[in-house]
């Protein structure tokens, strides 16, 4: 099932919107700063000629981690879309009906506990 355009891009705007919201949050901030000095602290002694090629990789695997989780946050949004237009089609039984139907079916001997007949 493909969703439409329009609800992609609604879902999208939404998505940016939130990102923004996140990206100027205070808690985010303190965690950037403590990311900063742990990078520094690590790479200290390092030969940083060769930090460009680290960072190109990591940049890569970065990326590669940000489309996987687009797909996978998409793939749920049409599983809930898929789920929410399978039950209005087809809805279930309230709590009640489905009670009421399970007690017509069960047997109505009566047995103790230990399995004896009465």
């Known amino acids: 099932m493909q969703l ?3 609800f992609q891009n609604a879902i999208q705007r939404r998505l940016d ?6 990206e100027r949050h205070p808690e985010l901030h303190r965690c950037r700063d403590e990311e900063e000095s ?9 030969d940083m ?7 190109e990789w ?10 996987m989780n687009e797909w ?7 599983d809930g879309a898929q789920l929410v237009f399978a039950l209005l089609a087809d809805p279930l039984l309230s ?3 489905l009670l009421a139907s ?15 007949e009465l």
């Open 4 to 6: 439409p355009s329009w």
């Open 17 to 22: 919107h939130v990102t923004a919201r996140i």
């Open 38 to 46: 742990a990078f520094q602290a690590m790479f200290s002694g390092v």
């Open 49 to 55: 000629t060769q930090l460009p090629t680290f960072m």
């Open 58 to 67: 990591e940049d890569k695997h970065h990326f590669k981690q940000a489309i």
């Open 72 to 78: 996978i946050y998409l793939q749920g949004m049409r």
């Open 95 to 97: 709590g009640d009906e």
């Open 102 to 116: 399970s007690k017509k079916t069960e047997p109505t001997t009566d047995k103790p506990e230990d399995g004896a």
